[in-house]
């Protein structure tokens, strides 16, 4: 990215700013908290029919 420099650069930067913004600890249980949400609410679909 830092070749081709411009938009791009820009994208990957941000993204990268983001990812050393958030403690990878943090970032792994928001992920956690999520996909358990999500399976609880797939569980629930499952049993209810």
């Known amino acids: ?3 081709y ?3 791009v ?3 990957i ?4 700013d983001i990812m050393f913004a958030f ?8 992920i ?3 996909l358990g949400q999500y ?5 629930q679909l ?3 029919q």
Request: no cysteine.
């Open 5 to 7: 420099g411009g938009w």
């Open 23 to 30: 403690p990878a600890l943090l970032l792994a249980i928001v």
């Open 32 to 34: 956690v908290t999520v």
């Open 13 to 16: 930067m941000r993204i990268v």
């Open 1 to 3: 990215a830092g070749y």
């Open 9 to 11: 650069d820009a994208v």
């Open 39 to 43: 399976k609880h609410k797939q569980y």
């Open 46 to 48: 499952l049993n209810s």
